[in-house]
């Protein structure tokens, strides 16, 4: 079994912890955390007591951004296999130091993006990837949230802490959706702004991504400034349609995941709806999907399917992008 050291026990390093105990399949040893904790774990003195604990296999990295890039190689660099929150580093300049590094280990790299391991995802994708509706034509996605004064506080409206706002901390996930559905994009358009919380981070980004071989256009919009908390994907194909409304969190604040799937119609009117079929899913299991994932790749010394350095890579590309405009 997986012996896993934790580094970092706050929201994120907690939901790893239960999820990496229920699989089965890793077993937590040590944490640690800048702050004081309580846990029934062993609690290390640093983060280096960690990295240098010759019993532990794996390291969990639950870090402020700014941590992730350095932490992820040195991890690499002694010998553990390495699970990192995303986004994997602020540019995608140092994702290619940590790709070095990470061949040069021969050790297993993954990062958390569990939006792929959502339900409703993976129903999405099947779809897509059978052909059945026909290729995909657009993709439109907006994820927004709603934050308050205390924001101020938070190291997430500290460029030099975060690497950027509502886009590298939410926005990532819709714009790793893109890919994961659409393929890559090789061209970027976007505006940037940060017009109400007067930061050095942004707080909207309206982006719009293509790839100019397929034709392809996917649309995002990454805000702060969403006083009602949303989730929507929208991905029209040339037989019917994928719309994903609401999502599965811990929060609640984002309501209920629900997919619909409908065919394109062959007569008027277009706006009836008696043939859309819509799937409910009531829990989240996509914490748990992610961990049996980097554990699989481990045991049976196979490369990471979703979330791996490449994939980092790419979308690090594209935010390069959009940052640009900024």
Same mark, same amino acid.
């Given at each position: 079994?997986?012996?896993?050291?934790?580094i970092?026990?706050?929201?994120?390093?907690?939901?790893?912890?239960?999820?990496?105990?229920?699989s089965?399949?890793?077993?937590?040893?040590?944490?640690?955390?800048?702050?004081?904790?309580?846990?029934?774990?062993?609690?290390?003195?640093?983060?280096?007591?960690?990295?240098?604990?010759?019993?532990?296999?794996?390291?969990?990295i639950?870090?402020?951004?700014?941590?992730?890039?350095?932490?992820?190689?040195?991890?690499?660099?002694?010998?553990?296999?390495?699970?990192?929150?995303?986004?994997?580093?602020?540019?995608?300049?140092?994702?290619?130091e940590?790709?070095?590094?990470?061949?040069?280990?021969?050790?297993?790299?993954?990062?958390?993006?569990?939006?792929?391991?959502?339900?409703?995802?993976?129903?999405?994708?099947?779809?897509?990837? $059978? %052909?059945?509706? &026909?290729?995909? @034509?657009?993709?439109?996605? /907006?994820?927004?949230? !709603?934050?308050?004064?205390?924001?101020?506080?938070?190291?997430?409206?500290?460029?030099?802490y975060?690497?950027?706002?509502?886009?590298?901390?939410?926005?990532?996930?819709?714009?790793?959706l893109?890919?994961?559905l659409?393929?890559?994009?090789?061209?970027?358009?976007?505006?940037?702004?940060?017009?109400?919380?007067?930061?050095?981070?942004?707080?909207?980004?309206?982006?719009?991504?293509?790839?100019?071989?397929?034709?392809?256009?996917?649309?995002?919009?990454?805000?702060?400034?969403?006083?009602?908390?949303?989730?929507?994907?929208?991905?029209?194909?040339?037989?019917?349609?994928?719309v994903?409304?609401?999502?599965?969190?811990? $929060? %609640?604040?984002? &309501?209920?995941? @629900?997919?619909?799937?409908a /065919?394109?119609?062959s !007569?008027?009117?277009?706006?009836?709806?008696?043939?859309?079929?819509?799937?409910?899913?009531?829990?989240?299991?996509?914490?748990?999907?992610?961990?049996?994932?980097?554990?699989?790749?481990?045991?049976?010394?196979?490369?990471?399917k979703?979330?791996?350095?490449?994939?980092?890579?790419?979308?690090?590309?594209?935010?390069?992008?959009?940052?640009?405009?900024?």
């Amino acid at each position: 079994m997986n012996k896993i050291g934790i580094i970092g026990f706050g929201k994120m390093g907690q939901i790893r912890c239960d999820a990496i105990n229920s699989s089965g399949l890793g077993k937590v040893v040590s944490i640690y955390d800048p702050s004081p904790i309580t846990t029934p774990f062993h609690i290390a003195e640093s983060e280096n007591e960690i990295l240098n604990d010759k019993t532990i296999d794996s390291i969990f990295i639950c870090t402020p951004n700014y941590l992730n890039c350095n932490l992820t190689k040195k991890a690499l660099s002694l010998g553990k296999n390495v699970f990192c929150e995303k986004p994997p580093a602020f540019t995608s300049a140092e994702v290619q130091e940590i790709i070095t590094v990470e061949k040069r280990s021969g050790k297993k790299l993954m990062y958390g993006f569990n939006h792929r391991h959502h339900p409703s995802i993976k129903e999405m994708k099947k779809i897509v990837d $059978s %052909g059945d509706f &026909g290729k995909v @034509i657009w993709m439109r996605g /907006r994820y927004g949230k !709603s934050v308050d004064s205390n924001y101020y506080n938070d190291w997430r409206s500290q460029k030099k802490y975060s690497g950027g706002g509502i886009l590298i901390d939410q926005g990532i996930h819709m714009l790793d959706l893109f890919l994961y559905l659409g393929g890559n994009f090789d061209k970027v358009h976007a505006a940037v702004s940060k017009l109400f919380w007067k930061l050095d981070v942004e707080d909207n980004v309206f982006a719009t991504l293509e790839n100019s071989k397929t034709g392809l256009v996917a649309s995002l919009h990454s805000t702060m400034t969403q006083w009602r908390h949303l989730f929507s994907l929208e991905v029209f194909l040339e037989k019917g349609y994928l719309v994903i409304n609401g999502l599965k969190t811990s $929060s %609640g604040t984002y &309501g209920d995941e @629900i997919l619909t799937i409908a /065919r394109n119609r062959s !007569s008027a009117p277009a706006a009836s709806w008696e043939d859309e079929v819509t799937k409910e899913y009531k829990i989240d299991t996509s914490w748990n999907s992610e961990i049996i994932e980097f554990f699989s790749a481990i045991d049976e010394n196979r490369p990471v399917k979703f979330g791996n350095s490449n994939d980092a890579l790419v979308l690090m590309e594209i935010v390069d992008k959009i940052y640009e405009y900024s």
